[in-house]
T-cell receptor, first 115, second 115 residues
């Protein structure tokens, strides 16, 4: 079954600290896509990053980086040198090719960055 | 590119009333999705259109819910005989058929409160 688990409900850090958000997924498909979205207090979900199941190369984009490991079905997301504006709820999401284009979201991790 | 827009942003109604929400996707995006998000949870898939065809519906979408996308552009989501349990944020997203990752871009949502 398709499932996304974000075990961390809330994380609180002080500005300039690095923070890693965990995501574990379950899928029966060999072709799938993983995403991270940010939902600030305004409510709109903002796309951040994506990764397909065939590409385990980890990357850095500005202050964002991600660690995709198929062996452990994890897709963790790191914010380096956190800022107050990073305070938001972050969602990990999984989209399989099987069963159409339904995307499943985790329950989210609320990040508080204190000045 | 003006992004996904939704109208209204907020709706308060009494139990038993009908409500209709509108979503305008990013222009030229063929796929359009509706999600429901309750407090402290991630978005839950409701239904999905490819052009004007409704290709998938969640079991969450009871017979009181109906969605249309008559001309393959904007979409409407109607809830008949609203119940207090329908109170939630209703999110719309769109994506392009030419994007193999099916990255979805979200609108600001319509927050429904049923009294």
């Amino acid at each position: 079954a398709q499932k996304v688990t974000q075990a961390q409900t809330e994380i609180s850090v002080v500005e300039k600290e690095d923070v890693t958000l965990d995501c574990v997924y379950e899928t029966r498909d060999t072709t799938y896509y993983l995403f991270w979205y940010k939902q600030p207090p305004s409510g709109e979900l903002v796309f951040l990053i994506r990764r397909n199941s065939f590409d385990e190369q980890n990357e850095i984009s500005g202050r964002y980086s991600w660690n995709f490991q198929k062996s452990t079905s994890s897709f963790n997301f790191t914010i380096t040198a956190s800022q107050v504006v990073d305070s938001a709820v972050y969602f990990c999401a999984l989209s399989e090719r099987i069963g159409g284009f339904k995307t499943i979201f985790g329950a989210g991790t609320r990040l508080f960055v204190k000045a | 590119d003006t992004g996904v827009s939704q109208d209204p942003r907020h709706k308060i109604t009494k139990r038993g009333q009908n409500v209709t929400f509108r979503c305008d996707p990013i222009s030229e995006h063929n796929r359009l999705y509706w999600y429901r998000q309750t407090l402290g949870q991630g978005p839950e898939f409701l239904t999905y259109f490819q052009n004007e065809a409704q290709l998938e519906k969640s079991r969450l979408l009871s017979d009181r819910f109906s969605a249309e996308r008559p001309k393959g552009s904007f979409s409407t989501l109607e809830i008949q005989r609203t119940e207090q349990g329908d109170s939630a944020m209703y999110l719309c997203a769109s994506s392009s058929l030419s994007d193999p990752t099916d990255t979805q871009y979200f609108g600001p949502g319509t927050r429904l409160t049923v009294l």
